[in-house]
């Protein structure tokens, strides 16, 4: 069966990554209508050779349409997502706003594909950091059940959108020519800094990227009381995040049980072998698929704990290509309305 398929944000950095994975045949898509705000009402994109127009995303774009993709934010995703299901479409959503709504699916396919059965038209795509770092802990939990959570991230500019990508590059050659420079996506300087804050921060002094990590892992894992602890610093790489994570479990797992997991599960490209490098880095992980997990080793702090390394493209698996992968699903399980 052929989709027809909606993507809202098609202009940006999301969107690039939704033609690029498309375009490789990860759906059969019959049609595609590429939709974004008013500005970009007139711009064309490329996708199997042709070049399509882009239209403003609206209420009314969606009659005929079997899946919308919406990744443009959460005010459009407020907006769009229910008149997408109103149309008859099923909206898979890139932002935050229903992801911890009751009665919508919160979905990595790998991990809890049997939840989209109770869709009603909505299903949400995590945090580009909650999906690697869930995948990980999802595999592991298979040797012991996870007592508690405590990682560090290390995110990519791009995952606050192409003006972010622009904002590192412009301030790298000013920092390197002696000039000024003056922030604007971000509170502080991010050429050659890191910053311990992604997101605003809330009463409790964490962040709400933060405690959307915390919560949209539980929801995942079906964990809902699972000790989640999250630091997030945004760091001057392009593409790709990375994680520490420690992981502590209610009995015993040795590196070697968790190594030989990670080796089985789908999705996750173990980079801990023993040749080379025991880890991967942003710069591998940009544009590719999986996601890598290596350094992994016994915590010395805590009793039956591990410590993982994690890199993963955000834009593909933390974005788009989940999102993908949730149509596929409903695809294979025949969830599509009947035309």
Not at 73 to 79: L, Y
Not at 280 to 288: I, K, L, N, R
């Amino acid at each position: 069966m052929g989709l027809r398929v909606a993507l809202v944000g098609a202009t940006g950095a999301v969107g690039a990554q939704f033609l690029d994975i498309l375009g490789k045949g990860r759906l059969q898509v019959d049609e595609l209508r590429l939709l974004a705000s008013k500005r970009s009402v007139g711009k064309s994109l490329d996708f199997h050779g042709q070049s399509l127009p882009v239209a403003e995303a609206t209420p009314d774009s969606f009659e005929g349409i079997d899946v919308a993709f919406v990744t443009a934010g959460g005010d459009i995703s407020r907006e769009l997502c229910p008149a997408a299901a109103k149309a008859g479409a099923i909206a898979v959503d890139d932002s935050s706003v229903f992801r911890l709504e009751p009665g919508v699916p919160l979905v990595v396919p790998e991990i809890n594909a049997d939840d989209l059965e109770g869709h009603h038209g909505i299903v949400s795509t995590p945090n580009c950091c909650t999906v690697p770092v869930a995948m990980a802990l999802h595999t592991l939990r298979q040797a012991s059940p996870i007592r508690s959570v405590i990682t560090s991230t290390y995110q990519s500019v791009s995952g606050a959108g192409t003006a972010a990508v622009r904002e590192l590059t412009e301030q790298s050659a000013q920092v390197l020519a002696g000039e000024a420079v003056k922030p604007d996506v971000f509170p502080h300087q991010i050429a050659f800094n890191a910053l311990p804050q992604v997101d605003k921060f809330l009463d409790d002094g964490y962040t709400a990227e933060e405690w959307k990590m915390r919560e949209e892992a539980r929801k995942i894992l079906g964990a809902p009381g699972l000790p989640f602890s999250a630091t997030c610093v945004r760091v001057p790489v392009f593409q790709a995040h990375s994680f520490a994570v420690n992981v502590e479990f209610e009995g015993p797992v040795s590196p070697a049980t968790a190594r030989r997991l990670l080796s089985e599960m789908p999705g996750v490209r173990l980079s801990d072998t023993g040749t080379g490098d025991p880890y991967a880095h942003p710069v591998e992980a940009a544009g590719t698929d999986d996601v890598f997990v290596g350094r992994i080793r016994e915590d010395t702090a805590r009793p039956n704990g591990l410590v993982l390394w994690i890199t993963a493209d955000n834009l593909r698996k933390g974005a788009a290509l989940n999102c993908i992968q949730i149509a596929e699903e409903l695809l294979r399980r025949d969830l599509f309305p009947k035309r």
